[in-house]
């Protein structure tokens, strides 16, 4: 179960998608809210929490 975890710790935690071109942006959750964190392609800072997708199975 702990591989499961450092896997999604890795590709969700603390990973945001900028709105406006779709880039994916590491960055602390704390400086994004404080909007210190812009986009590197559009320099946006419109950034949302990326999805976890959810599978049926």
Do not use: D, H, W
Request: glycine share 6%.
């Amino acid at each position: 179960m702990a591989k499961i975890e450092a896997a999604y710790s890795r590709i969700f935690k603390e990973v945001f998608v900028c709105k406006r071109c779709g880039a994916k942006i590491k960055a602390q959750s704390r400086k994004v809210a404080e909007g210190k964190v812009r986009c590197r392609k559009c320099k946006s800072t419109a950034l949302r929490p990326k999805s976890k997708k959810t599978s049926k199975g």
